[in-house]
């Protein structure tokens, strides 16, 4: 990894900037190319006001967004504390533009890295040490510490939006996905060199049950598939007619792809096993999930990090000697309100779960 001046810009996962208002504009003007997407990008940040209102008791410290997107969450993370610095990862350098733009006011209290939310350990470890730029809170000398995590998964909104992405079944362009457009597999290429038994079992997995063969299979024989409307074409043909309910079926076809294509339960499980080592004490995590799968995942962690691996039956005193790493502040998991759900439609299968390491 390795970390670049205010105004390069490379195309590989360790692009690092920080956005004071003089680096803001060496930034901006070294992605000129980048510039009208950053202009268009609109993401409504989900579950906001429970996600500041999540943050407000956790120490002095750097909050790392690990998935910064446009940075409304972390815009009103810094509004509402004026004592805490961020760490914005995305893996998508166009989310990076626009939440430069976004959060160049806040200056030194905020450090941007085109990075995987897996890295996160390391990343941390570098900015912590000096090695790469760390965020700046006026009034403290020593680095400070992560007192917060926070990782709203999935895809943004200009992401799904951009037909040239790749994303979007109801939109045709390219059999793209990829949330880094500067390296991996595109779709169009993880398809042509999966299996048969293995794309059936994603599928499966992405809950595409009863049809889930007859669709790995169709799609297989269509190769080499290089348009999202190619692929939402041959879904339709492999689904009897009776149990076609057009977008139904496309749109877990897309999501099964998305996971893959971009590792995401892996990138998940890393982030959460990384995180609650890297927190100080009273620091929280927070993750917003919109697939059952990684709300699972999210869950049980949360639980077995609560219960410190402790053996003994539920209904009794633990004498096994675990020793809890900390509190699960959500007993279940928060969801949008019916107002929240009817603006932004987007909210509507989010699941947000909090973590607080002990004191
Ligand atoms: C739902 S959006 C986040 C929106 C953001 N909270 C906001 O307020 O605008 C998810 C973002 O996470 C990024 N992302 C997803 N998986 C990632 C990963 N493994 N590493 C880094 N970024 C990731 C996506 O590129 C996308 O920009």
């Given at each position: 990894?390795?970390?670049?001046?205010?105004?390069?810009?490379?195309?590989?996962?360790?692009?690092?900037?920080?956005?004071?208002?003089?680096?803001?504009?060496?930034?901006?003007?070294?992605?000129?190319?980048?510039?009208?997407?950053?202009?268009?990008?609109?993401?409504?940040?989900?579950?906001?006001?429970?996600?500041?209102?999540?943050?407000?008791?956790?120490?002095?410290?750097?909050?790392?967004?690990?998935?910064?997107?446009g940075a409304g969450h972390s815009e009103a993370l810094l509004e509402a504390r004026s004592d805490i610095g961020i760490l914005?990862?995305?893996?998508d350098e166009t989310a990076l533009r626009a939440a430069g733009r976004r959060l160049g006011v806040f200056g030194s209290r905020?450090?941007?890295?085109?990075?995987?939310?897996?890295?996160?350990?390391?990343?941390?470890?570098?900015?912590?040490?000096?090695?790469?730029?760390?965020?700046?809170?006026?009034?403290?000398?020593?680095?400070?510490?992560?007192?917060?995590?926070?990782?709203?998964?999935?895809?943004?909104?200009?992401?799904?939006?951009?037909?040239?992405?790749?994303?979007?079944?109801?939109?045709?362009?390219?059999?793209?996905?990829?949330?880094?457009?500067?390296?991996?597999?595109?779709?169009?290429?993880?398809?042509?060199?999966?299996?048969?038994?293995?794309?059936?079992?994603?599928?499966?997995?992405?809950?595409?049950?009863?049809?889930?063969?007859?669709?790995?299979?169709?799609?297989?024989?269509?190769?080499?598939?290089?348009?999202?409307?190619?692929?939402?074409?041959?879904?339709?043909?492999?689904?009897?007619?009776?149990?076609?309910?057009?977008?139904?079926?496309?749109?877990?076809?897309?999501?099964?792809?998305?996971?893959?294509?971009?590792?995401?339960?892996?990138?998940?499980?890393?982030?959460?096993?990384?995180?609650?080592?890297?927190?100080?004490?009273?620091?929280?995590?927070?993750?917003?999930?919109?697939?059952?799968?990684?709300?699972?995942?999210?869950?049980?962690?949360?639980?077995?990090?609560?219960?410190?691996?402790?053996?003994?039956?539920?209904?009794?005193?633990?004498?096994?000697?675990?020793?809890?790493?900390?509190?699960?502040?959500?007993?279940?998991?928060?969801?949008?309100?019916?107002?929240?759900?009817?603006?932004?439609?987007?909210?509507?299968?989010?699941?947000?779960?909090?973590?607080?390491?002990?004191?």
């Open positions: 990894m390795r970390s670049l001046s205010i105004d390069t810009v490379e195309d590989q996962t360790s692009a690092l900037f920080t956005v004071g208002p003089g680096s803001l504009h060496s930034t901006m003007t070294s992605l000129v190319g980048g510039l009208r997407m950053a202009q268009e990008f609109k993401h409504q940040p989900v579950l906001r006001d429970e996600v500041t209102e999540l943050f407000t008791p956790v120490p002095t410290g750097v909050i790392v967004d690990a998935t910064l997107g914005g990862l995305d893996r905020v450090v941007m890295q085109h990075a995987r939310f897996s890295a996160i350990s390391g990343i941390v470890e570098q900015g912590r040490q000096g090695v790469t730029p760390w965020p700046h809170v006026s009034g403290t000398d020593e680095p400070l510490g992560v007192a917060g995590i926070l990782a709203d998964l999935g895809v943004s909104s200009p992401q799904i939006d951009s037909a040239e992405r790749g994303f979007s079944f109801s939109q045709d362009g390219p059999f793209d996905m990829r949330m880094d457009e500067s390296q991996g597999m595109t779709a169009s290429a993880f398809l042509d060199q999966v299996t048969l038994d293995e794309l059936t079992a994603i599928l499966r997995e992405n809950g595409e049950g009863r049809f889930a063969r007859r669709i790995a299979k169709a799609l297989l024989e269509a190769r080499p598939v290089s348009t999202t409307q190619e692929v939402v074409d041959v879904v339709d043909r492999a689904v009897p007619k009776a149990n076609r309910r057009r977008g139904h079926v496309a749109s877990r076809v897309f999501q099964a792809f998305r996971i893959s294509v971009n590792s995401e339960m892996s990138e998940l499980s890393t982030l959460l096993e990384a995180a609650v080592g890297l927190l100080i004490p009273e620091g929280r995590l927070v993750v917003i999930s919109y697939h059952s799968g990684e709300d699972a995942m999210v869950k049980h962690l949360f639980r077995s990090w609560q219960a410190g691996g402790c053996t003994c039956p539920s209904h009794l005193p633990c004498v096994c000697g675990a020793v809890s790493l900390g509190t699960v502040l959500t007993k279940r998991a928060v969801v949008a309100s019916d107002d929240e759900i009817a603006a932004n439609p987007r909210a509507r299968s989010a699941r947000l779960r909090c973590f607080e390491v002990a004191s």
